[in-house]
């Protein structure tokens, strides 16, 4: 089982590492916070008030053995790269860093993170998707310029199957899960027909995503 550390214990952080908890992953969250750290400390695996820019302070607490750090400190953007590059220098395997704007984000990437993020971008984004189109209820940036969306079947799709919709052929995109309530068929064949209330997992290339959301 992957084993997770989490750095920096505000909203977003804190989030993270409840989240990866509940899901039974090993989770240790670090914050110089001892509020903070208080807060998660029956929530996590482990919860210990250190300083990430401590280079000693994350030696002593092996670090390097784990898979995953997700470095969430926002306010400190010092803190944040250092505490990045220290990771690394490490050895830690995979490192995922919050970033505050793209300029941010290519010097987290110039000193190693694996992945860079934007939660408030992100959030903002999605939100406003949701506002102007309706028929979106989630949407999450895959790779640049692609996305996996979250679609309601709309009135021109119902009674429809997959096939008389081409999709792919129309518009360049793949319908990779078919939601129906609570059951979720993450191969939908062709022949398979929708249904009003049905939500349809997309992904494609957001210019033709932004298509697709027309129909």
């Known amino acids: 089982m992957k084993q997770f550390v989490v750095i920096g214990l505000g909203r977003f952080g804190s989030s993270v590492a409840r989240t990866l908890a509940e ?12 509020a903070l750290v208080q807060e998660l400390a029956n929530e996590v695996t482990h919860a210990v008030q250190a300083d990430s820019t401590d280079e000693n302070a994350m030696n002593a607490l092996g670090l ?23 990771l690394k220098e490490m050895g830690v395997r995979y490192v995922v860093a919050k970033a505050l704007d793209p300029l941010h984000g290519k010097v987290l990437t110039k000193v190693g993170a694996d992945r860079v993020v934007f939660p408030e971008r992100d959030m903002g984004m999605r939100i406003a998707l ?37 999709l792919r052929s129309k518009f360049g995109v793949n319908v990779v899960a078919v939601k129906d309530g609570e059951r979720i068929n993450i191969s939908p064949a062709a022949s398979d027909e929708l ?10 290339e957001n210019q033709a995503l932004d298509k697709l959301k027309k129909l």
Not at 149 to 159: L, R
């Open 23 to 34: 899901r039974g992953y090993n989770v240790l969250a670090i914050d110089k916070d001892e």
């Open 195 to 204: 249904r009003e209330g049905d939500v349809l997992v997309v992904l494609g």
């Open 130 to 166: 949701n506002l102007i189109s309706s028929n979106i209820l989630d949407i999450i940036e895959f790779a640049p310029n692609f996305s996996i969306v979250e679609i309601m079947t709309t009135q021109n799709m119902v009674g429809k199957t997959l096939n008389e919709l081409q």
């Open 64 to 86: 390097r053995n784990f898979d995953v750090a997700i470095v969430a400190i926002g306010s400190d953007v010092h803190a944040n790269i250092l505490t990045t590059m220290i």
